[in-house]
């Protein structure tokens, strides 16, 4: 797995370009951010930050704020998701599935490897955000200047026997290789974890494929 910081340029030839979307393309809002923003202003993101905190039995006023983390002192509350503990603390964390749907997570600007994703041809976007969000991430897509993929966006089904979205990205990582025919593929996320279980699933489903993950940092 290879970590790029800064544009790399293109090699020349047949090469099927795979990004993620959030914090590889794009830069969009923390969830953290948004809900400290909440609790000092008026914002939207209320309705998610009360259902977390209804979860173990307190109120947003419960909150406390420490470098920029959400948390509550641990006094033998159920720990639920969102909600981690850590020594005698229990932080709040993003509650992926309603904060992925919030327009609040929409993104605000691109990232540097946006260039490169505009000036190659064959390329895909492969997102965990949920489908439901299509118009809205096409949409965004268009006002941040983002060319739409020549091998489609991809993004997450809600639904039974989907699999986890690094399971999903690898499967659909091997279906555009085998529909594109182009067999030497780059593929970029900035989760190290996603990046290796991608190129492992294609490396076992198509041997013959070439293909390198990268680490967006």
């Not at 008026?42 to 959400?70: C, F, M, P, Q, W």
């Not at 999903?168 to 290789?177: E, P, R, T, Y």
Request: cysteine-free; charged content about 25%; aromatic content about 10%.
């Amino acid at each position: 797995m290879r970590h790029i910081k800064l544009f790399e340029n293109f090699e020349e030839g047949k090469i099927l370009y795979l990004f993620d979307f959030d914090e590889t393309l794009v830069s969009t809002p923390e969830f953290e951010e948004a809900a400290i923003a909440y609790l000092n202003e008026s914002y939207s993101v209320g309705e998610i930050l009360d259902h977390s905190v209804a979860k173990i039995g307190i109120t947003t006023k419960d909150l406390k704020i420490e470098n920029g983390r959400l948390y509550i002192d641990y006094n033998g509350q159920d720990i639920l998701h969102p909600w981690v503990k850590k020594g005698d603390r229990l932080y709040l964390t993003a509650p992926q599935y309603q904060w992925s749907h919030s327009p609040d997570s929409l993104p605000t600007s691109t990232l540097e490897l946006a260039t490169l994703y505009n000036s190659v041809e064959d390329k895909a976007i492969i997102t965990a955000r949920p489908d439901t969000m299509r118009d809205e991430i096409i949409k965004k897509m268009e006002e941040l200047g983002l060319e739409q993929p020549k091998w489609g966006l991809h993004m997450f089904p809600l639904g039974s026997g989907v699999g986890a979205p690094g399971q999903w990205k690898g499967d659909v990582a091997v279906s555009l290789i085998e529909k594109s025919g182009i067999y030497k593929a780059k593929f970029y996320d900035d989760k190290p974890k996603i990046v290796n279980r991608v190129v492992r699933i294609v490396n076992q489903k198509l041997p013959n494929a070439e293909i390198e993950g990268i680490k967006v940092i």
